[in-house]
Antibody
Framework: EVQLLESGGGLVQPGGSLRLSCAAS????????MSWVRQAPGKGLEWVST????????YYAEFVKGRFTISRDNSKNTLYLQMNSLRAEDTAVYYC?????????????WGQGSLVTVSS | EIVLTQSPGTLSLSPGERATLSCRAS???????LAWHQQKPGQAPRLLIY???SGATGIPDRFSGSGSGTDFTLTISRLEPEDFAVYYC?????????FGGGTKVEIK
């Protein structure tokens, strides 16, 4: 059974930093690309970033380029999102998602999410 | 980027009725790379349909997807109590991947 468990969310001041983690199990982690998708309170879903299975290739939404960094440790089956220069508009639940075999940006399993609140 | 517009915004139906949800893309979606996800309050999304019409693992066959190009449809043949939720379409054929604004299926 695929399981994705996010952690690391919380309250941070504008301009601050936070690192999210996503512990994966139930599948061969290094074989699959992984993504982060966020959802602002009461809003829809918004893609943030994707990383290839090897970690060699990364992709970002324009609104996080230069501020967020996606990475993974395949020896620990863990995905990360380092978030710097946080803004109020980054407040959201951040979901990690496993990418499907059929396309890079397909999402076939989702974690339960981690709430990030950016506020002074 | 491809903009996905879902309609209606809210669908009020009774258990046992048929639900038809629409997703229209601002430009053609490559190779029908269109998915549908279900989200219940306080829960993570769940993949229902990929490739416009293929059911994901463990999804009941009352859920079906159709369409191509710019017009796609999710149909729930007979609504069960657990089907009342928000449904999002998502295209993954071009970067950035994008989601529609969602359709809420509520109990009438």
């Amino acid at each position: 059974e695929v399981q994705l468990l996010e952690s690391g969310g919380g309250l941070v001041q504008p301009g601050g930093s936070l690192r999210l983690s996503c512990a994966a199990s139930g599948f061969t982690f290094s074989t699959y690309a992984m993504s982060w998708v966020r959802q602002a309170p009461g809003k829809g879903l918004e893609w943030v970033s994707t990383i290839s299975g090897s970690g060699d290739n990364t992709y970002y939404a324009e609104f996080v380029k230069g501020r967020f960094t996606i990475s993974r440790d395949n020896s620990k089956n863990t995905l990360y999102l380092q978030m710097n220069s946080l803004r109020a508009e980054d407040t959201a639940v951040y979901y990690c998602a496993k990418c499907g075999t059929w396309a890079l940006y397909s999402f076939d399993y989702w974690g339960q999410g981690s709430l990030v609140t950016v506020s002074s | 980027e491809i903009v996905l517009t879902q309609s209606p915004g809210t669908l009020s139906l009774s258990p046992g009725e048929r639900a038809t949800l629409s997703c229209r893309a601002s430009q053609s979606v490559s190779i029908s790379y269109l998915a549908w996800h279900q989200q219940k309050p306080g829960q993570a999304p769940r993949l229902l349909i990929y490739g416009a019409s293929s059911g994901a693992t463990g999804i009941p066959d009352r859920f079906s997807g159709s369409g191509s190009g710019t017009d796609f449809t999710l149909t729930i043949s007979r609504l069960e109590p657990e089907d009342f939720a928000v449904y999002y379409c998502q295209q993954y054929g071009s970067s950035p991947p994008t989601f529609g604004g969602g359709t809420k299926v509520e109990i009438k």
